[in-house]
């Protein structure tokens, strides 16, 4: 679905991300995105979602250069993502924050998103004041309103524990089944990411290292010696 | 008005018609209070507490919906009052025509500056409104202009037709004048809170609290802001052409700091997030600085009110009787 071609996105002289060409994005797989830190993991999806400018390159999305596009444009156009940091409006309601973003992007069933998120009992509580694996819900259920085609997110697993972010992945993989959808994880937590995605691809200073399945990805010299060492 | 918060509503639907009730009966009531008061003083001081109390409700209203502090309505408030003035006085408009050209002007004013000033940082857009403000003041000060604005002076005219079935020249009479300034604090509170409760507001809090979430949910949060902004100015181009038609003059101090000052002092002692706050912050910032003025420690006492408010109800003087008012509703 997407098509990154010799993406480079540099700060002044430095270059976070080199010459990067990647496809990504089938529908109803996980796309993990892994790499070290300082790997361009985080600019790599800054840029997808039109964040941060290509310095050279360019990027499409169904077969469509996107590459000058806005984030609102693109996002209209079915590309959605989560954050890193959690992204939501604290001072709303669960309800109140999930109606508005619904009644704009004309969502027709945000029950069915409610409900897969496990959102239904909290719904009422200002977001501020939920639990923290709740706010991880709610950043992840504004990114699937308006039947996105393809979800971006940024470390979802952050902040939670092993078990908490293995079952985010298993919401992952049930919403991308079920909603046709192709998400793409930018994941720290490699055995969650490794038992969870269809397909990985490992960044390292900024530039692409490997793509594959987590079998190949395991096996690939390169990835061991950059990234994941003996340990795997 | 009823003591409802700007963002949500935390009474029943069944308190609401009781609510209304009360409220309905309030604002009957208001327009009685000549009779009782018999101009004067008081009357006066009314006045123009509920013109500071517009005032702080536009500022209450941009910094609990858009987060904007805004130090510089005295811009919108000063500009309607002078286009009114000017229109009465060099063109021959009627009242009525001139305060509706003066709102437009204001509004079309109001509307240029908030598509310059929303894209900046928060501290830029403070010191831009507050600098606007201060040089109309000095450009309404001009020699150059004192033909058409009166120069330091001011500007003195007398309007003349009717506004709203009142005679112009009656709303020199500080009671004649009250019912014009009642309702429209009733008006102007009313679409305030209509709008924070609409899904307008929503959007316009959702974008104060996660500007970058809400342009990843494919939100524009650029114009829905200006148009607040314009909003807000309009409603202070109102306060100041009522003031112009109850004093039949227009002052480069409705430019001042100390008019936009005391707005978002007034602003901040009732407390932003309710439509009432503001409005009873602006009486009562306007009789305490009669008092104290009287006494002769207008600045000094007004400041060290101030500063207890702020330490002590930060969120306003309404805030601890809406929790006593819960209190009570649960016992």
Not at chain 1, 143 to 155: K, R, Y
Not at chain 2, 32 to 44: D, I, N
Not at chain 2, 137 to 161: C, I, K, N, Y
Not at chain 2, 275 to 286: A, D, K, L, N, R
Request: with cysteine.
């Amino acid at each position: 679905m997407i098509r990154v071609e010799n993406l480079t996105v540099a700060y002044g002289a430095f270059k976070a991300l080199t010459d990067i060409s990647v496809d990504l994005g089938r529908r109803g797989q996980v796309h993990s995105i892994i790499g070290p830190n300082g790997a361009g993991k985080s600019t790599f999806m800054d840029a997808i979602v039109g964040k941060r400018r290509p310095s050279a390159g360019r990027i499409f999305y169904k077969d469509r250069d996107i590459s000058g596009d806005s984030i609102q444009r693109r996002r209209k156009d079915g590309m959605a993502r989560s954050f890193q940091k959690t992204s939501i409006f604290p001072g709303l309601t669960i309800l109140e924050q999930l109606d508005l973003v619904a009644a704009h992007l004309n969502e027709p069933d945000l029950g069915a998103i409610i409900d897969t998120m496990d959102l239904r009992e909290v719904l009422h509580l200002e977001a501020a004041r939920a639990a923290y694996g709740v706010q991880r819900r709610v950043d992840v259920a504004l990114g699937l309103i308006g039947m996105p085609d393809i979800l971006l997110l940024d470390e979802p697993g952050a902040g939670l524990s092993a078990e908490e972010t293995a079952n985010l992945f298993r919401h992952l993989r049930k919403l991308a089944a079920e909603r046709d959808i192709a998400a793409v994880v930018v994941e720290h937590d490699v055995e969650a990411v490794f038992a969870l995605s269809d397909v990985v691809t490992v960044l390292d200073l900024g530039r692409h290292l490997a793509t594959g399945t987590p079998a190949e990805i395991r096996a690939n010299p390169q990835v061991v010696a950059a990234y994941l060492g003996t340990a795997a | 008005m009823t003591s409802l918060p700007l963002s949500r509503r935390p009474v029943s639907a069944m308190r609401w018609p009781v609510l209304g009730g009360v409220a309905l009966a309030v604002f009957l009531a208001g327009f009685l209070l000549p009779g009782y008061l018999e101009g004067g003083y008081l009357q006066s001081m009314l006045n123009n507490g509920l013109i500071t109390g517009i005032l702080a409700l536009c500022v209450a209203f941009i910094m609990h919906q858009c987060g904007f502090v805004l130090f510089g309505i005295a811009a919108y408030y000063g500009l309607a009052a002078y286009a009114c003035a000017i229109l009465v006085n060099s063109f021959g408009f009627p009242a009525m025509a001139a305060a509706a050209v003066a709102l437009l002007v204001t509004l079309a004013a109001a509307f240029l500056v908030g598509a310059i000033v929303i894209r900046v940082k928060p501290l830029a857009f403070m010191m831009i409104c507050l600098s606007l403000a201060e040089l109309m003041r000095h450009l309404v000060a001009l020699p150059s202009l004192r033909r058409t604005t009166g120069g330091s002076d001011g500007l003195l005219f007398m309007p003349e037709g009717r506004v709203f079935g009142i005679d112009a020249v009656d709303l020199l009479d500080t009671g004649q004048v009250w019912p014009l300034i009642w309702t429209a604090t009733w008006v102007i509170a009313g679409l305030f809170l209509i709008v924070a409760s609409s899904h307008f507001g929503v959007r316009l809090r959702a974008i104060k609290e996660n500007e970058e979430r809400m342009r990843f949910s494919g939100f524009d949060t650029y114009w829905p802001r200006v148009f607040a902004f314009a909003g807000v100015g309009l409603a202070a181009g109102v306060a100041g052409v009522i003031q112009a038609l109850a004093t039949g003059f227009a002052s480069p101090e409705m430019f001042s700091i100390i008019t936009s000052t005391n707005a978002l002092l007034a602003a901040i002692t009732g407390g932003v997030s309710s439509v009432v706050g503001p409005v009873m912050g602006g009486v009562i910032y306007t009789w305490a600085i009669s008092e104290f003025g009287a006494l002769g420690y207008s600045q000094l006492f007004t400041g060290i009110a101030v500063i207890l408010v702020m330490l002590f109800i930060p969120k306003g003087i309404l805030h601890p009787l809406r929790l006593l008012g819960r209190k009570g509703g649960r016992a």
